[in-house]
């Protein structure tokens, strides 16, 4: 009896966590959803990197049991939405970037930082790429290695932002 | 009692794969809905009315600064912009003197001819809100919508030229394709010979083609590019752009013409989006040649001939 009350202490606890996470989950992707739609445009549009995306691989690989395909296919669709594109373009190329993400989700959370961030890089560059062929098939034009140029950005911040909080953990164990 | 309880270690639910099969086929098939049918037109509507309020959240700090910076300009540049305007009002006044007589001259002339009177266009004057995400679509946002009475297909200009054309319409907000863009053409006329001719945009650089054209045309770097308003869509006579190369090649028999838009596509924040001419004359002239065919188809080459020469 009293085994069967502390499993049930031990769930509900679990599950209030993994509510605050979720809300926590929810909460950033929907600010990264604001920085996306931020206002920019001239040089800063074209080197703008998909906050989004960086927001979405970042629970992909830390919460995968909230953050999955179906979550990104959905911030996917909020991005065809914002961007005027073709209902569904966005979604596919989040949704199989995240599967890929998860994919190696295990080996990846035992990596380093740099490691990881090489396979952030690609999985941004697949992203692009996918995107790419996508908007080919309904009639737009390649504009040499410009666009990818989000890629790159968007690997610096994520190293940034990463090497900056793994330095700020060390410090306050220290 | 004991149940056996996975370890919350692992990931619930179905695997991500069939995820990933399950999302994969509902994409493919909203874009082949959405490219193909317009099913998904209302749908798209009401999502973004309801992602406005992030929108506008989004936009507010932009706003706030550009406020701020219009309100804290120095009076030195407020007398020099006074003044280029009085200047500039003066040479347009002058100009606008003739403009009524000729005009006058047209309206009678018109009378004379027998077809519809020019209405005054009216607009609406829109804020560009935002640039379009995509870098490869040329298109921006303003801050008018269906609530402002805008319909997909109006033409927005501004004061050197067209600027492009509603393409879609959402509640507070509508999605204008600039000229530049690949999607987009427009009739036009050179102002010089009254050559007819469509504009194309390029999608790449800041620029417009003019394909389909012979290589002996009679077009010269310089000439000005202007609505014919053929189309119904864009009043007659607006400036679209000016030639700025042509090129003939050997292997093609048409011309590669390149031109600049005259309008600022790039560095604007206010448009004006002109009211839909139901009642566009050239389109009514046309429609009554038409009408005119089909009773007597005799006299068809004459009327045309006509009409080709006739408004400009």
């Known amino acids: 009896m009293l085994k069967i009350r502390s499993t049930k202490k031990k769930k509900s606890q679990e599950e209030t966590m993994d509510q605050h996470s979720r809300r926590r989950v929810y909460f950033s992707l929907l600010a990264a959803l604001l920085l996306q739609l931020l206002p920019f445009s001239g ?45 569904g373009q966005n979604a596919l190329a989040y949704a199989l970037t995240a599967f890929l993400a998860v994919m190696y989700q295990r080996r990846l959370i035992l990596f380093t930082v740099l490691q990881q961030s090489a396979y952030v890089f690609l999985l941004l560059l ?3 790429a996918i995107l790419l062929m996508l908007k080919s098939f309904s009639g737009a034009e390649y504009f040499g290695w410009v666009y990818f140029m ?23 164990h220290k | ?29 909203l874009m082949a809905s959405d490219s193909k049918f317009s099913y998904l037109h209302q749908v798209r509507q009401l999502l973004v009315t309801a992602i406005h309020p992030l929108q506008f959240v989004a936009f507010s700090p932009f706003k706030l600064t550009n406020d701020v910076q219009s309100y804290f300009v120095t009076q030195q540049s407020l007398k020099n912009e006074i003044e280029v305007l009085k200047k500039k009002n003066l040479y347009q006044g002058v100009q606008l003197q003739s403009l009524v ?5 047209n309206d009678n002339l018109r009378t004379l001819l027998e077809t519809s009177k020019a209405g005054a266009q ?34 927005v200009v501004d004061s050197a030229g067209v600027i492009g054309q509603v393409t879609r319409v959402f509640t507070y907000t509508s999605e204008v394709t600039l000229l530049t863009d690949k999607d987009l053409s427009i009739p036009v006329q050179v102002e010089r010979n009254t050559l007819r001719a469509i504009v194309f945009g390029n999608g790449r650089n800041n620029s417009v083609n003019l394909p389909y054209l012979p290589a002996n045309v009679d077009i ?38 390149v031109a600049i838009p005259a309008a600022g596509t790039q560095n604007h924040r206010q448009v004006l989006i002109l009211t839909s001419d139901t009642n566009n004359l050239v389109a009514k002239d046309i429609e009554k040649v038409l009408g005119a065919d089909a009773q007597n188809p005799l006299n068809k080459k004459e009327k045309v001939s006509r009409r080709n020469h006739g408004p400009t």
């Open chain 1, 126 to 128: 697949v992203n692009q």
């Open chain 2, 101 to 105: 007589m000729f005009k006058n001259e």
């Open chain 1, 43 to 87: 040089l800063l549009l074209q080197i703008k990197p998909d906050f989004l995306l960086l927001a979405l691989l970042f629970w992909l690989l830390r919460a995968p049991q909230v953050c999955n395909v179906g979550i990104a296919w959905t911030a996917g669709i909020m991005m065809d939405l914002v961007s005027g594109d073709l209902f």
């Open chain 2, 122 to 155: 009216s607009s609406q004057l829109a804020e560009i809100m935002y640039t379009g995400r995509d870098p490869f679509t040329h298109k921006v946002i303003v801050n008018l919508g269906a609530t402002n009475k805008i319909l997909a297909g109006q033409a």
């Open chain 2, 220 to 257: 010269k770097k310089g000439d000005k590019l202007v609505t014919s308003g053929i189309d119904g869509i864009y009043p007659p006579g607006l400036a679209v752009a000016i030639v700025e190369s042509v090129n003939t090649n050997v292997r093609s028999p048409f011309a590669q013409i």
């Open chain 1, 150 to 172: 989000p890629s790159f950005t968007g690997i610096l911040l994520w190293y940034a932002v990463l090497h900056s909080r793994y330095s700020f953990n060390f410090m306050a």
């Open chain 2, 1 to 29: 009692m004991d149940q056996q309880q996975a370890p919350r270690f692992f990931i619930h639910g179905p695997s991500p794969f069939t995820r990933l099969i399950v999302f994969t086929t509902l994409s493919l098939a």
